[in-house]
């Protein structure tokens, strides 16, 4: 089993900053992606951005590219999310999940964990 959980979240202004964090517990599998998804009120859950644990890649939606930044401390099983000139669409409930068998595709079925959620709202 992994245990996941997200924290960092809170209200900002359009045009600020936050920066969310996922400690990851339990069992951890060197070669997994970790993402991060979120999902808005009435809304499916999306896709944000994700980065392998051993290699480093990582991969961001069109949406946040050149605003979010995915990062991972290995060494305290941690991964972050650096979000930078927010907007108010950007406000939903972010989760933070693992696949420990990632094949590229970044849909949350793909995801085998996943954290409790924290909620990020930005207002205008």
């Known amino acids: 089993q992994v245990q996941l959980v997200e924290s960092g979240g809170g209200l900002v202004q359009a045009g600020g900053s936050l920066r969310l964090s996922c400690v990851a517990s339990?069992?951890?599998?060197?070669?997994?992606?970790m993402g991060w998804f979120r999902q808005a009120p009435g809304k499916e859950r999306e896709f944000v951005a994700d980065?392998?644990?051993?290699?480093?890649?990582?991969y961001y939606a069109d949406s946040v590219k050149g605003r979010f930044t995915i990062s991972r401390d290995n060494a305290k099983n941690t991964v972050y999310l650096q979000m930078d000139s927010l907007k108010p669409e950007d406000t939903a409930v972010y989760y933070c999940?693992?696949?420990?068998?990632?094949?590229?595709?970044?849909?949350?079925?793909?995801?085998?964990?996943w954290g409790q959620g924290t909620q990020v709202t930005v207002s205008s």
């Open positions: 999940a693992a696949d420990i068998n990632p094949t590229g595709i970044r849909a949350p079925t793909s995801y085998n964990y």
């Open positions: 980065i392998r644990w051993s290699i480093g890649i990582s």
């Open positions: 339990g069992r951890t599998f060197s070669s997994a992606a």
